[in-house]
């Protein structure tokens, strides 16, 4: 605005920019509408029975007049922790996870990665239908895959058992020394085409020149995958391994349905197995116990994986 009496010029701000300057107002509460969908369930829903458990694990149950007085729970500090430790169980199916997740995992991963890489050769026909078939066994629940396998594996029912038979093989896929690899093989059905759709997903954002470019260079189609493709969507590959360690360690539904045909599966063959069964006898401090121990591991092993391979990259 330009003043006649002394010919000066002074600027207006719009009221849309007196509304952006004042300090808060429709801004402030619009970031707030925005973020409150997601702050409002992650609070109730993550962070309140995440601070429940930890609050549950460092009760004690104790009663006012021996064995047969009224119990009461009272703050016992790390009492539940020691007791978690010294539990034999819980390392036994630690250890147990950890040689499940070893083996699985790395076989899974590669599996998947070499599906990603047939699926993004424009040597294959048919990519939509191989694409949804190696991705409909996770539309599958776990619980449901793992009763299907079961009847597979069932000595009385199975129909592979029925062929290796023919063939003069004694297949036993429950017994103790395969059990553990029967669950890894239900859950390497399951997770392998979800983990094959993010890596896919990160091969199609490969700009073509650079396919283009290592073919006038003379490379191969091989050469292209494992020297141009497989370092680019090396941040995928290693999503997807952070999300199958944090899988492995939270292993449940496979083994759970598996114990029902067999009897080398016990109640504390995993950890959440472990948990559950102590929760079931009510002693629900030390299954929070259990609970913080194992997202403890799992978030150091995940954690530590992440900057190892930063590390590694230079990151």
Do not use: C
Not at 62 to 71: D, F, H, K, L, V
Not at 287 to 315: C, Q
């Amino acid at each position: 605005m330009t003043d006649i009496a002394t010919g000066t010029t002074e600027a207006v701000a719009a009221p849309g920019d007196l509304r952006r300057h004042n300090g808060g107002g429709p801004r402030a509460s619009t970031i707030v509408a925005f973020l409150l969908p997601f702050f409002l369930p992650f609070v109730l829903f993550y962070l309140v029975p995440i601070a429940y458990a930890v609050w549950q694990s460092l009760l004690v149950v104790r009663r006012t007049a021996g064995q047969y007085g009224t119990s009461y729970t009272a703050f016992g500090g790390v009492t539940q922790y020691a007791q978690v430790f010294q539990n034999g169980e819980l390392w036994a199916s630690i250890g147990r996870i950890a040689l499940f997740g070893i083996v699985q995992v790395p076989v899974m991963l590669f599996v998947a990665l070499t599906m990603a890489l047939l699926l993004d050769t424009p040597l294959l026909k048919l990519k939509a239908f191989f694409r949804v078939s190696a991705f409909m066994p996770y539309a599958v629940p776990g619980v449901i895959a793992a009763i299907m396998w079961s009847f597979l594996y069932s000595p009385q029912l199975s129909p592979v058992v029925d062929v290796l038979k023919g063939i003069g093989l004694q297949a036993d896929f429950l017994g103790p020394g395969a059990v553990l690899w029967s669950a890894a093989n239900v859950s390497t059905w399951l997770w392998t085409g979800y983990n094959m759709l993010i890596m896919f997903s990160a091969l199609q954002s490969i700009p073509q020149e650079l396919y283009e470019a290592a073919k006038i260079d003379g490379a191969s189609n091989w050469a292209i995958a494992w020297r141009i493709k497989v370092p680019i969507i090396a941040p995928s590959i290693i999503l997807t391994t952070v999300f199958s360690i944090i899988g492995t360690l939270q292993l449940y539904a496979e083994p759970a349905v598996l114990r029902q045909i067999s009897s080398n599966i016990s109640s504390t063959f995993t950890p959440n197995m472990l948990a559950y069964a102590v929760a079931s006898g009510n002693n629900y401090q030390q299954a929070a116990a259990i609970s913080v121990v194992i997202a403890v591991i799992t978030f150091v092993l995940s954690f530590g994986f992440m900057r190892l391979t930063a590390k590694r990259a230079g990151l």
